[in-house]
């Protein structure tokens, strides 16, 4: 065999090798982004419990409203936490303050059919998320207002629905419970947490 031969030959395994382990990591399945130890206002879910939730991409970021205290009173009336996996949405919590408990109403979801939920006072689970609320502070009477605290959490995409919905009941729980703690709600009456 000439240098020449030798040579080529030589060059064309590199250049085959090198397309088949290209091809390889092109092949690969991305994973899904890691999570800090505790996501949401500085604690309020696991990162473990969340990232089977998300499907795979190169890059997690959260909202910078993510990163702030959860703090629901007169001045503000709402919490919101959301993950973005390569730019696009892919979890989300809120916390909403409502003052009567006939606020929170949930028949846009009927068409959802979704199944009960037990946590709070009344809870759902729909297809990509769950719906739950608590009486933080009751109303002194009929006309005065309290504080009803509607938590959701919806998780776009997510790989596996099944597992989905077997991780809802205890991440609204997870949630519920943070919550309580940081809005330090008196006596709550929170079934289920």
């Known amino acids: 065999m000439s240098r020449f031969t030798r040579t080529a030959a030589a060059v064309s395994t590199a250049v085959v090798t090198a397309g088949l382990l290209a091809g390889c990591a092109a092949g690969e399945e991305k994973a899904v982004p890691e999570l800090p130890k505790r996501i949401c206002w500085g604690g309020a879910f696991a990162g473990s419990d969340v990232t089977p939730l998300l499907p795979p991409g190169d890059k997690a970021e959260f909202s910078p409203l993510a990163g702030r205290s959860f703090v629901l009173n007169g001045d503000v009336d709402s919490a919101i936490c959301t993950l973005y996996v390569d730019g696009n949405t892919k979890f989300q919590a809120s916390a909403d303050l409502e003052k009567f408990e006939e606020s929170i109403e949930w028949s846009s979801w009927d068409s959802a059919d979704p199944k009960?939920?037990?946590?709070?006072?009344?809870?759902?689970?729909?297809?990509?998320?769950?719906?739950?609320?608590?009486?933080?502070?009751?109303?002194?009477?009929?006309?005065?207002?309290?504080?009803?605290?509607?938590?959701?959490?919806?998780?776009?995409?997510?790989?596996?629905?099944s597992k989905l919905q077997a991780a809802l009941p205890a991440l609204m729980k997870e949630f519920m419970a943070f919550a309580q703690r940081e809005l330090k709600c008196p006596g709550s009456a929170a079934g289920g947490a």
């Open 116 to 161: 009960p939920l037990d946590v709070g006072e009344k809870g759902i689970i729909f297809d990509r998320g769950a719906l739950a609320y608590f009486t933080c502070e009751p109303a002194k009477n009929p006309n005065s207002p309290g504080k009803y605290i509607e938590l959701e959490i919806t998780a776009d995409d997510a790989p596996d629905k």
